[in-house]
């Protein structure tokens, strides 16, 4: 959302003074070997998440999902204006130009500035999830932290963070099965809620190839 309460403490500068102090973990997982994960966590996650009170909605996030998948398939470059193409799909607007406005979220209690230079800033950031010297985990983490705290559109920001990340993990080839575990309030900044999140996408991908190839263990 683009509008709220007074004035508030610039949360996209805390993100982007604590982009660069996080403490990234490692990750010794290994890409996975080619073919269609059984199940599709973030189809499921949309579904399940949006489907009961948003039909026509939940239709439009599937459709941008497919596109992302294709875009990932044909090893695409992540930039806004792909991600425009994804949210014009979400929204149903023939136009999804970055804000032009300071945004809020969270009832007002984080607010988002914007200078000139935002745009600008937001495509390096995009640009660096292909970052090579980061392990593929905290890559996705942080595109996904990038894009809820520069806030870029006027709507939809948590659905284009997460179509996102799919397309992040899908252009390496790297399925999710459950997704529902990445669902939790993120902070702007909290270094280490971020890489936390990175260990927690290490986890769900190490646990989504186990069980693509062995079946689920007792307990899952």
């Given amino acids: ?95 999804v130009p970055f804000r032009t406005v300071p945004a ?3 009832a007002g209690r984080e ?24 392990p593929l985990p905290s890559r996705a983490a942080r595109v996904y932290l990038d894009i809820l705290f520069f806030h870029p559109f006027e709507d939809g920001n948590a659905r284009a963070a997460m179509l996102a990340l799919a397309f992040v993990l899908a252009r390496e ?10 669902q939790a309030t993120r902070w702007a900044d909290d270094a280490d809620g971020a890489a936390d999140l990175a260990v927690l996408l290490g986890i769900l991908i190490t646990a989504a190839e186990r069980r693509r190839w062995h079946g689920p263990s007792v307990g899952d």
């Fill in 173 to 182: 080839g790297v399925p999710l099965d459950q997704v529902h575990p990445l």
């Fill in 104 to 106: 809020f979220a969270k």
């Fill in 1 to 95: 959302m683009t509008s709220g309460p007074g004035r508030r403490p610039d949360a996209l500068a805390d993100w982007l003074r604590v982009r660069t102090q996080i403490s990234w973990p490692q990750w010794n997982g290994t890409h996975p070997e080619a073919g269609a994960p059984a199940y599709d966590g973030f189809r499921d996650f949309f579904t399940t998440t949006r489907g009961s009170r948003d039909a026509e909605g939940t239709e439009r996030v599937l459709a941008a999902l497919d596109l992302a998948l294709a875009d990932a398939a044909q090893g695409g470059r992540l930039d806004f204006a792909l991600l425009a193409g994804w949210q014009r799909r979400v929204l149903d607007r023939a136009s």
């Fill in 111 to 134: 607010r988002y500035g914007l200078t000139p230079g935002t745009p600008a800033c937001f495509e390096r950031c995009l640009s660096e999830s292909a970052q090579p010297d980061l």
